[in-house]
């Protein structure tokens, strides 16, 4: 397969693929930045784009990925062996625990972790007992201010989550003793929340 090439006649290439493929808007305007400066003729731009992939779909998703990052202070850029973007490591990184801690399965966990520029996520880990989902600390989870805000809004979404499922009648899926298990630990962290910050 012939390495990509992005110079200066490259913009009937971009507007080519940009025809052929559906993108998201993030993609749009990445391929609206390189057709920008084909228009400039900043090669230099141009080598900057092509530093992050020998493909179309590598550059965007690259680019993504290292500006996604830069919004929570991580500005190193470096590829892993397949020339994916590195994933930024977080700092601070705590991992907390609500339901049976001694069941695997019967838990929920939720990640904290925060940016090199103080910007904190979550994700989480969701059990109902044995359906549920998972989702890590990522550069494109939601941005919060501080760990107490990021914490609370992940509790707040576990609590929604395990609510909507008391009283389901698939109880293959769905283990009432977890939800209810589950339920009872965030109230009561979210009960120490409020008493901690009274003092």
Sequence with gaps: M?????NLQSKNQITDYMKD????????GIFQ????AIKAKDQQQLDWFRSFGDSFRKITMNVYAYRKGLEFGFTEISFDKYDWFTRPVFLDREELVFGDKLHCGNHSLIYLGRGANHIW?????YSYG??????G?????KQFGSRDAAFNHALNELKSMMTK???????????????IATLREIEKTQVNMIQLSLF
């Design 33 to 36: 930045e390189m057709i920008a």
């Design 165 to 179: 499922k008391l009283g389901s009648t698939d109880t293959t899926n769905d283990k009432q003793p977890v939800i």
């Design 21 to 28: 493929n559906h993108m998201v808007a993030y993609e749009r």
């Design 121 to 125: 996520t979550y994700g989480m880990n």
């Design 2 to 6: 012939e390495s990509l090439l992005l």
């Design 137 to 141: 600390l990522s550069v494109y989870g």
């Design 130 to 135: 044995v359906a549920g989902g998972c989702y």
